[in-house]
Every structure is written in structure tokens, then in C-alpha cells.
């Protein structure tokens, strides 16, 4: 089993050229960061996990500059985010963004998307919340058609683009990086997965024994390559049982949760996960 990594990288944790550089040298499989632009002091929209927001969430570092710097200084590493807030972005700039990282890192991007939480956040780029999942889908398309290797127009409910040159691009085409969405279980959330992602990112990985065969059926229905599915529990506090339990669920990568923090105490946690590499 792949062991990766996500951390809240900030203006006050270790840097991402040191972490990347220790990621790898250790053997850990891939570096994947969370995007917040910013949060809005006036918020009503709770926490999902409860209590106070943690101060991180308001310093996130903005991941896509960050796994550049990452790529830089590896050759294996994997590189991904989780979650690109697509909603968010300009897809035409988020295009670029996507397949000039996934070029010059040698096709190591996985893109983890989802679909927010915070509703003053994306108020404030514009989205209106109960079409967000609809916009994305939409914008994903658009990303696509700019992957495509001979000029493809795009005419979405939300948005479009003119036939046009855009290079680079990823390595798999207008596939684009590969592709996972977040979010919790659910029919809707399982009908993006399987109309246009490789697979599904639950975060803290609780339920799957439940959720996963539901999942597995729709990717059938939905005529997707029998095993082409990928399932990457994110933001995992990991134990021996629970990565056994995994295994046998069929789960080829986790990604685990290191604390944001210094170099020192990221280093300290990285030892310790040591013993599941």
C-alpha cells in the first residue's frame, strides 16, 4: 500500500521544498495540499468537524505554487491537491495551472476536487452554492476540452470557450491529471465520480466497508472499466488495523495527516509513520 501525505502547508510550517525533499528520500508516495483562498471573519457556515476553526484553514499556502516548488526538488514524488475548490476558479486559468504543473512534474499531479464547505468563502468568488456541484461538472468539461489535443470548443450551462491552442498538456490528454473527487457518500456525489473521475477521495476513510460496494455498483452501471476505480482515504490518522482493513477493502494508497506545524514536529510525526512504509 502507498503511503502519502497531506499537511496544512502555512506561511508558519515547514517548507515545502523541505518536506518534498524528506517525503521522498523516506519513501512516502505523494505530497497532496488543501486550497483555501481565504476565510471570511463574518462566517455563519459551522466547521464540518466540529468546534472552533483552526487557525490554518486562514494561512493555507496556495497549493498549486507550493507543489511547483515540490516538483522542483523530486522525481518521484507524487503531487496532488485535496481539494481544488474547482468552483472557485477561472477554468480556463485552472487549465493552465493543472497541465503545467502535471507537464513539468512529468504527469506526477493528481487533482482531488471537491465541492466546498464554506459558503461565505465562495460567496465571494461568485458561486452560487446550491449549483456548485453543477458548475463544477460544467468546468471540468471546459478543462477538457482545452486538454484536447486539436482545438475543442466548449458550450457549457455555465460557461464556455472558443476553439482554441492551449499548451501544454497533461500527460494523459484531455483526460487531464488524474482526477478524484471528495466529498461525503452519497448518489450524487457517486454520479460525478463516475461520469468524469478516476475515483473517490472520503475523507477520514470511516465507512467504507458500507459505501464502497454502493460506489463499485454504480461504476459498473455507469460502463467504467471493471477495477479502474480508485479509492484514497484522505486525512487519515493511521493504526496497523486500520491500513489492514483497507488492504482488504482492495485500497492501493492512503493518504495520512500530518500536523501544521514546524519542521521539527513534521519530522517527528514523519518517523513515526515510518513503521507503515
Same mark, same amino acid.
Given at each position: 500500500?502507498?503511503? =502519502?501525505? #497531506?499537511?496544512?502547508?502555512?506561511?508558519?510550517?515547514?517548507?515545502?521544498?523541505?518536506?518534498? !525533499?524528506? @517525503?521522498?528520500?523516506?519513501?512516502?508516495?505523494?505530497?497532496?495540499?488543501?486550497?483555501?483562498? /481565504?476565510?471570511?471573519?463574518?462566517?455563519?457556515?459551522?466547521?464540518?468537524?466540529?468546534? &472552533?476553526?483552526?487557525?490554518?484553514?486562514?494561512?493555507?499556502?496556495?497549493?498549486?505554487?507550493?507543489?511547483?516548488?515540490?516538483?522542483?526538488? #523530486?522525481?518521484?514524488?507524487?503531487?496532488?491537491?485535496?481539494?481544488?475548490?474547482?468552483?472557485?476558479? &477561472?477554468?480556463?486559468?485552472?487549465?493552465?495551472?493543472?497541465?503545467?504543473? +502535471?507537464?513539468?512534474?512529468?504527469? !506526477?499531479?493528481? %487533482?482531488? @476536487?471537491?465541492?466546498?464547505?464554506?459558503?461565505?468563502?465562495?460567496?465571494?468568488?461568485?458561486?452560487?452554492?446550491?449549483?456548485?456541484?453543477?458548475?463544477?461538472? +460544467?468546468?471540468?468539461?471546459?478543462?477538457?476540452?482545452?486538454?484536447?489535443?486539436?482545438?475543442?470548443?466548449?458550450?457549457?450551462?455555465?460557461?464556455?470557450?472558443? $476553439?482554441?491552442?492551449?499548451?501544454?498538456?497533461?500527460?494523459?490528454? /484531455?483526460?487531464?491529471?488524474?482526477?478524484?473527487?471528495?466529498?461525503?457518500?452519497?448518489?450524487?456525489?457517486?454520479?460525478?465520480?463516475?461520469?468524469?473521475?478516476?475515483?473517490?477521495?472520503?475523507?477520514?476513510?470511516?465507512? %467504507?466497508?458500507?459505501?464502497?460496494?454502493?460506489?463499485?455498483?454504480?461504476?459498473?452501471?455507469?460502463? !467504467?472499466?471493471?477495477?479502474?476505480?480508485?479509492?484514497?482515504?484522505? $486525512?487519515?490518522?493511521? =493504526?496497523?488495523?486500520?491500513?489492514?482493513?483497507?488492504?482488504? %477493502?482492495?485500497?492501493?494508497?492512503?493518504?495520512?495527516?500530518?500536523?501544521?506545524?514546524?519542521?521539527?514536529?513534521? @519530522?517527528?510525526? @514523519?518517523?513515526?509513520?515510518?513503521?507503515?512504509?
Amino acid at each position: 500500500m502507498r503511503i =502519502s501525505v #497531506t499537511i496544512f502547508l502555512t506561511d508558519e510550517t515547514i517548507t515545502p521544498t523541505r518536506l518534498a !525533499r524528506e @517525503l521522498e528520500e523516506r519513501g512516502f508516495a505523494g505530497l497532496y495540499l488543501p486550497e483555501h483562498t /481565504h476565510i471570511p471573519v463574518e462566517r455563519t457556515t459551522p466547521y464540518p468537524a466540529g468546534g &472552533d476553526l483552526p487557525p490554518e484553514y486562514g494561512r493555507t499556502l496556495d497549493p498549486f505554487v507550493a507543489l511547483g516548488q515540490a516538483a522542483a526538488v #523530486t522525481g518521484t514524488l507524487g503531487l496532488g491537491t485535496g481539494i481544488t475548490l474547482v468552483a472557485q476558479h &477561472d477554468p480556463i486559468d485552472l487549465a493552465k495551472q493543472i497541465a503545467t504543473l +502535471d507537464h513539468l512534474s512529468g504527469g !506526477r499531479f493528481t %487533482l482531488g @476536487l471537491g465541492f466546498g464547505w464554506n459558503v461565505e468563502e465562495a460567496a465571494d468568488h461568485g458561486v452560487e452554492w446550491r449549483t456548485r456541484r453543477e458548475l463544477v461538472r +460544467d468546468r471540468m468539461a471546459l478543462m477538457r476540452a482545452l486538454w484536447s489535443e486539436e482545438p475543442t470548443a466548449y458550450k457549457g450551462e455555465f460557461g464556455g470557450v472558443r $476553439a482554441s491552442h492551449a499548451h501544454p498538456k497533461p500527460l494523459r490528454g /484531455h483526460l487531464g491529471p488524474r482526477t478524484l473527487v471528495g466529498g461525503a457518500a452519497g448518489p450524487k456525489l457517486f454520479a460525478h465520480i463516475c461520469e468524469y473521475a478516476d475515483g473517490w477521495m472520503p475523507i477520514g476513510g470511516r465507512g %467504507l466497508t458500507e459505501t464502497l460496494p454502493v460506489l463499485r455498483a454504480a461504476w459498473a452501471e455507469a460502463g !467504467r472499466e471493471e477495477g479502474a476505480l480508485q479509492v484514497v482515504p484522505y $486525512a487519515v490518522y493511521p =493504526s496497523p488495523g486500520k491500513l489492514a482493513h483497507y488492504a482488504e %477493502l482492495g485500497i492501493e494508497e492512503v493518504v495520512v495527516q500530518l500536523p501544521p506545524a514546524g519542521e521539527a514536529e513534521v @519530522l517527528r510525526v @514523519l518517523d513515526a509513520y515510518a513503521e507503515y512504509l
